[in-house]
């Protein structure tokens, strides 16, 4: 099987089995969507009305934003990765709970064993709390982080404000599209598995 295959499997499989409780309210799943065999992946935080409507993650306006963005880098949406961390909408778009974050969050790290990307981009705090609860955004935007995880092979993450919150606040918007430009860069000081530039 192929990457994409196993991702689509893992969907079916995850769509029946994930508990989550937000399943009740939502029009349905919103799973991972791209180039399985990107080395970026973004994760996001929850499907909004857009998303559960189409069952496609970032097709709304912080989607529009973040294809700008990376048009500006010279990368197609489509040669990447996107996720969220909790796969159905919540109501009103409110934050997710924490049950709901722990109950979609092995169908996200199941997702991120299959394609295995070089390097992992948080889309806002929720994003990367969810694997570094200690962290502020405020502090950790923009900064390569490096950490194992037993049972992942991607050891390299970049957290970025949400585009959704960044849309509509000047400074923080500035700040994310600077952020964003550094990706290139960063791409470029991974190591290629196996490597130890980085540690
Ligand atoms: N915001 C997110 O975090 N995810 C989406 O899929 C859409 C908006």
New binding site residues.
């Given amino acids: 099987m192929n990457k994409k295959e196993k991702l689509d499997d893992l969907n079916k499989k995850w769509k029946e089995k994930c508990e989550c409780e937000l399943k009740k309210t939502a029009t349905q799943a919103?799973p991972g969507d791209g180039n399985p065999i990107s080395e970026i992946v973004f994760i996001?935080?929850?499907?909004?009305k857009?998303?559960d409507e189409l069952g496609r993650?970032?097709?709304?306006a912080?989607?529009k934003f973040l294809g700008e963005m990376l048009s500006h880098i010279n990368i197609k949406r489509e040669e990447i990765y996107?996720t969220?961390i909790v796969k159905y909408r919540p109501p009103n778009n409110r934050d997710p709970l924490p049950e709901e974050k722990s109950a979609c969050r092995e169908w996200l790290l199941d997702e991120l064993k299959i394609i295995s990307p070089k390097l992992i981009i948080f889309?806002?705090r929720?994003?990367m709390n969810n694997f570094f609860p200690e962290l502020q955004i405020s502090g950790a935007h923009g900064k390569l982080l490096i950490q194992k995880f037993k049972g992942m092979s991607t050891k390299y993450f970049f957290p970025l404000y949400?585009?959704?919150a960044a849309l509509y606040n000047g400074s923080m918007r500035e700040i994310l599209i600077e952020d964003f430009k550094k990706i290139p860069k960063v791409l470029k000081e991974i190591p290629a598995r196996g490597g130890s530039a980085l540690g």
């Avoid at 993650?57 to 709304?60: A, L, Q, R, S």
């Fill in positions: 919103v996001g935080e929850a499907p909004g857009k998303e993650p970032f097709v709304g912080a989607g996107i969220n889309l806002g929720h994003a949400h585009p959704a």
